[in-house]
Every structure is written in structure tokens, then in C-alpha cells.
């Protein structure tokens, strides 16, 4: 019941255009390329059986509904940068606008994972 009503409120909320997108453009703004490279990363993590396949593919489209793509490419990149260590990437740890990012990242890939898993 929990997870029907969380469908439908992502549903509803992709529904409504961000930025000027349509619902149609929001989802196909992720390059195939990206969303592959999602899907291969999910499977390595999650394993390589068919099921699998189909809850990785589910997983970047929801998130694909949920955060534009430039926002996606801005958290990935905060996110290698973090990776770093040293002073110089140290502001990519701390800084607000960096865990915001992220945060929105986060939060798009636990409701995806909550639907399609």
C-alpha cells in the first residue's frame, strides 16, 4: 500500500513540467550513454541476472523522472571530486551547495530503489 501511494505521488510530481520540460523531455534528457553506465554500475553492485537488469533499468528512470539530467551530472561530479583527497577538493565536502546536490541525488536513488527493488 505504502509503495502504490509513493508511485503515485512520483508519478504525479514527474507529471508536472520542471523548468519549462515536459514530462516526455524530462525523462529523455538522460543520454543513453548515462543511463547504460547506470545500469552497468547497479548490476556489478546488485548482480547480473535478468530481474536485475529490469529493477537497474527501472531504478535510472525513476530517477531520470525525478532529477534532470544536469542535476544528475552535477551530484555525479561533486561526488568523484569527493572521491579526491587533498585541500584543494576539501570545499566539495564541506560546502552547502555541493551537499545539496548530493542530497537531491540521494534522495531521487532511495525512491528508486524503494519502487524498484
Not at 26 to 46: K, S
Not at 63 to 78: D, G, H, N
Not at 82 to 105: I, W, Y
Request: with cysteine; net charge negative.
Amino acid at each position: 500500500m505504502m509503495r502504490e501511494a509513493l508511485s503515485a505521488l512520483i508519478i504525479v510530481a514527474a507529471a508536472v513540467p520542471a523548468g519549462g520540460q515536459s514530462m516526455s523531455e524530462r525523462l529523455n534528457d538522460y543520454p543513453t550513454e548515462a543511463r547504460a553506465d547506470y545500469v552497468f554500475g547497479c548490476m556489478a553492485v546488485n548482480g547480473q541476472s535478468r530481474a536485475v537488469l529490469g529493477k537497474c533499468a527501472c531504478s535510472i528512470d525513476l530517477i531520470a523522472s525525478i532529477l534532470p539530467y544536469e542535476k544528475y551530472v552535477q551530484a555525479e561530479t561533486v561526488l568523484s571530486l569527493q572521491q579526491v583527497g587533498g585541500e584543494q577538493t576539501a570545499m566539495f565536502k564541506s560546502a552547502a551547495m555541493p551537499r545539496t546536490m548530493v542530497a537531491d541525488l540521494r534522495r531521487a536513488q532511495a525512491e528508486a530503489e524503494m519502487l524498484c527493488f
